[in-house]
């Protein structure tokens, strides 16, 4: 899909306290930018914002930072932040490549990935943020406790995620539904994503995994 191009975009990134504009001064002492030691929980591709910002409200003692690459994208969640901004969110524009020029080892405690780009193509599953060279590059960053959480309505990308999990050393596959909002235990405290909304409305299943490193 093309995204739409939008001149304003940079200026409000730029412009917003919220938004770090070079993450890799905070790696390894990211408890600087939010001035406490509560827990770092990430979301990769966060999109307009609507997940991210509502466990920020939900959990003020947990830091949360949401990184999107596109700021076409990104500058909306920046606005909702904007109105009235919370202490315990902030925003990266970034790739989430250089996941290891943003964290140190042993700095995230968690990290969401909803409705990712399923990247359909044979040729292109490297790109899949549920792949193995995501999946390495994941546990460079996470603390021995953290938890990997995903969610799509996709089911080919979802059974791609679940048997790779699987297979990878480094995880332990503790939790997989196929049908989350009709799952009373993993549904508990869901916070639906736009995606998750929109796919739902139309009777899509939400599917979901929960991995730990081990």
């Given at each position: 899909?093309?995204?739409?191009?939008?001149?304003?975009?940079?200026?409000?990134?730029?412009?917003?306290?919220?938004?770090?504009?070079?993450?890799?001064?905070?790696?390894?002492?990211?408890?600087?930018?939010?001035?406490?030691?509560?827990?770092?929980?990430?979301?990769?591709?966060?999109?307009?914002?609507?997940?991210?910002?509502?466990?920020?409200?939900?959990?003020?003692?947990?830091?949360?930072?949401?990184?999107?690459?596109?700021?076409?994208?990104?500058?909306?969640?920046?606005?909702?932040?904007?109105?009235e901004p919370l202490p315990?969110?902030?925003?990266?524009?970034?790739?989430?490549?250089?996941?290891?020029?943003?964290?140190?080892?042993?700095?995230?405690?968690?990290?969401?990935?909803?409705?990712?780009?399923?990247?359909?193509?044979?040729?292109?599953?490297?790109?899949?943020?549920?792949?193995?060279?995501?999946?390495?590059?994941?546990?460079?960053?996470?603390?021995?406790?953290?938890?990997?959480?995903?969610?799509t309505d996709n089911k080919?990308?979802?059974?791609?995620?679940?048997?790779?999990?699987?297979?990878?050393?480094?995880?332990?596959?503790?939790?997989?539904?196929?049908?989350?909002?009709?799952?009373e235990s993993m549904n508990?405290?869901?916070?639906?994503?736009?995606?998750?909304?929109?796919?739902?409305?139309?009777?899509?299943?939400?599917?979901?995994?929960?991995?730990?490193?081990?």
């Amino acid at each position: 899909m093309r995204l739409r191009n939008v001149p304003e975009a940079p200026g409000i990134i730029e412009a917003s306290e919220a938004c770090i504009k070079n993450p890799g001064e905070y790696k390894g002492k990211w408890n600087e930018a939010f001035s406490n030691e509560a827990p770092l929980h990430i979301e990769i591709g966060m999109g307009k914002g609507q997940f991210i910002l509502a466990l920020a409200k939900e959990n003020p003692d947990i830091n949360y930072i949401g990184i999107e690459r596109y700021e076409s994208v990104m500058y909306k969640a920046v606005l909702k932040n904007d109105v009235e901004p919370l202490p315990n969110l902030r925003f990266v524009c970034g790739d989430a490549s250089f996941l290891e020029a943003f964290f140190e080892k042993g700095e995230v405690d968690r990290i969401y990935l909803n409705f990712s780009d399923p990247w359909p193509k044979d040729r292109h599953a490297k790109r899949r943020l549920t792949s193995p060279l995501f999946l390495d590059r994941y546990l460079k960053v996470m603390s021995t406790d953290a938890r990997l959480e995903f969610k799509t309505d996709n089911k080919g990308l979802f059974d791609y995620s679940v048997e790779t999990i699987k297979e990878h050393e480094g995880y332990n596959l503790t939790a997989v539904t196929y049908d989350l909002h009709n799952d009373e235990s993993m549904n508990a405290g869901n916070i639906m994503t736009e995606y998750e909304a929109k796919f739902s409305a139309k009777g899509n299943p939400i599917c979901k995994l929960i991995a730990e490193p081990f």
